[in-house]
């Protein structure tokens, strides 16, 4: 049986900022580290089929993983982008009402933001508002600076050459199967019927990191969180979009509802919206959803012409709350809480997951050492 010190599962964009993390620590010198990646490449499911935006904290509640992670993360994320040359841009964002009786939630967002120490936030006016964004219809706006978009993919691959580089080994077509904690460490079996044993075993599986620590033998049950799946669909503007910003409406509660990104080539998509299924393969667009976006959107962009919306493609959120349930927190369970020694399970990484990786790779790599 082949011995690392330590496995990562899942090359998503989590799974590889903390094994840049782990491998990056003082402690890691001189030691084994390997991510096992299902895919036959890095970042094919929830890591790129988001919006890839890189938040700025604004809607967690205080002191929470995602609050503390995501405003931690965003200022990694940019010194990160800016030292290795990745495409990102600072474009900002309005959150709009386009309601009265929305203008206490926007009110909400505010203080909630302050709380998570984003002090940058401004309440606009709709002329201040229309003058930044002359297609926008809003009763009052809030402008985040901080928020902008970053290429995803280009990200994942920096962070796959630092673990590399210092060492590391991804292994793609690498699906686990199960594992078994024993007096000598971990032996984790893979799909293929091979064993390898590790001192040390991270699951960042994302979507299936619930199904995959059910199969972990001595793992008691009650730690493993029911998954759940809200897929999202987006709808790419056909022609030029109007716009320079982010504009999102005042949230829905699982999601942020149907908001408008720009990629770094300047092409507008909206979504994602929320469509609660039961399997995290159902990825398909679903095109009976248009009509309801058009309609979303017209009430921030009243000028979208009929046909100007393609489908584009969707993505699912790897949730561990349920419809008609308050979102849930990032649950990043390690030993302390489960038990079982050099075991971390990152569980419901959902939005912002890409904007906090960094910071979330920080805080693994503090916990296991």
């Known amino acids: ?49 988001n919006s890839e935006v890189i938040h700025a904290g604004i809607y967690y509640p205080q002191g929470s993983l995602k609050a503390q992670l995501c405003v931690q993360g965003r200022r990694q994320m940019y010194a990160y982008a ?15 009402a386009t309601h009265a009786d929305q203008l206490p939630s926007l009110h909400a967002i505010l203080a909630k933001a302050k709380a998570n120490g984003v002090d ?7 002329a201040q508002a229309q003058a930044m964004e002359p297609e926008l219809f809003c009763v009052a706006a809030l402008h985040s600076p901080s928020t902008g978009i970053v290429d995803s993919h280009a990200l994942m691959l920096s962070l796959q ?46 979507l299936t990191a619930p199904a995959l620590a059910a199969k972990f033998k001595g793992l008691a049950p009650h730690h493993v969180p029911k998954a759940y799946f809200a897929k999202g669909n987006y709808f790419t503007l056909s022609g030029q979009s109007p716009f320079s910003r982010l504009i999102y409406p005042v949230p829905q509660a699982a999601g942020l509802g149907v908001h408008l990104t720009l990629d770094l080539g300047g092409q507008a998509k909206f979504g ?11 990825l398909a667009v679903s095109a009976e959803h248009e009509s309801a976006f058009y309609q979303e959107v017209r009430q921030y962009w009243p000028a979208l012409a009929d046909g100007s919306l393609q489908a584009g ?13 308050e979102a849930a927190d990032f649950c990043i369970q390690g030993p302390a809480d489960h ?31």
Not at 89 to 94: S, V
Not at 120 to 126: A, E, F, K, N, R
């Open 82 to 96: 800016q030292e290795r040359g990745i495409a990102h841009q600072r474009c900002g964002k309005l959150i709009v």
């Open 161 to 206: 050459g630092d673990f590399e580089n210092s060492g590391g080994l991804v292994a793609l077509n690498s699906p686990v199967d199960a594992a078994v904690c024993t007096p000598e460490g971990w032996v984790v079996r893979m799909a293929d019927g091979t064993e390898l044993l590790a001192q040390t075993v991270v699951n960042a599986a994302g």
């Open 272 to 282: 994602p919206d929320v469509q609660w299924v039961d399997s995290p393969d159902d």
């Open 313 to 325: 493609y969707a993505g699912i959120r790897p949730k561990i709350s349920g419809p008609n349930e």
């Open 339 to 369: 038990g079982m020694a050099g075991l971390m399970n990152l569980f419901g990484i959902e939005s912002p997951g890409l904007t906090s990786s960094l910071a979330i790779g920080a805080v693994v790599s503090q916990l296991l050492q």
């Open 1 to 49: 049986m082949d011995k690392v010190d330590g496995l990562v599962i899942g090359a998503g964009v989590v799974g590889l900022a903390v094994a840049r993390a782990l491998i990056q620590h003082p402690s890691a010198r001189g030691r084994e580290w390997m991510v096992l990646e299902a895919a036959d490449a890095i970042g094919t499911g929830t890591s790129s089929r």
């Open 120 to 126: 940058d936030l401004s309440l606009l006016t709709p």
